[in-house]
């Protein structure tokens, strides 16, 4: 048998298969799901599910947050006075001005403690730091095994 000749064949034989049925107990447990889905609320359904009332909404306000951070991120970085762009813009942008300012003189002040620190102890906070969530983890991992003795198994057909 040629090769296309096999895969007819064998799409035939698998077409003319009866359908098997699910058991009792899974059809049960499937529908108890279904319907316990169907009674969440539609915001804590997945967003295609959302009505397209609530969708669309959230879809131009999404797209218009995410634009403005972009170009405030653009006009920032691109050395372009943010508070002279947003008196142009709107009289609306003065709390994004004022937020800028606090934000800069956030930056600034803590750019100039930093500067005060020895990079040895800058480095070796963050080793102590890295150090420290790695036992955390490690000592979770130990906790979560020792409740669960039978998860220590290493391959699934061990016993």
């Not at 279904?34 to 609530?54: D, G, L, V």
Request: charged content about 15%.
């Amino acid at each position: 048998m040629t090769p296309q000749e096999l895969e007819k064949f064998i799409h035939t034989n698998l077409r003319g298969l009866p359908l098997r049925q699910a058991p009792h107990s899974l059809q049960s447990r499937v529908m108890a799901v279904i319907h316990q889905r169907a009674m969440f609320p539609w915001y804590r359904t997945s967003w295609s599910e959302w009505p397209m009332a609530i969708r669309l909404p959230f879809l131009v306000l999404s797209t218009a947050i995410a634009a403005t951070v972009m170009m405030l991120f653009y006009l920032m970085f691109n050395g372009i006075e943010v508070s002279a762009a947003a008196s142009r813009m709107s009289v609306g942008m003065g709390l994004l001005v004022e937020t800028y300012k606090v934000w800069k003189w956030s930056t600034d002040f803590t750019a100039n403690i930093v500067e005060g620190i020895p990079r040895i102890w800058l480095y070796g906070g963050q080793l102590l730091v890295f150090a420290a969530c790695t036992t955390f983890f490690g000592l979770c991992a130990v906790y979560y095994c020792t409740l669960n003795h039978n998860n220590w198994k290493l391959l699934p057909n061990e016993n």
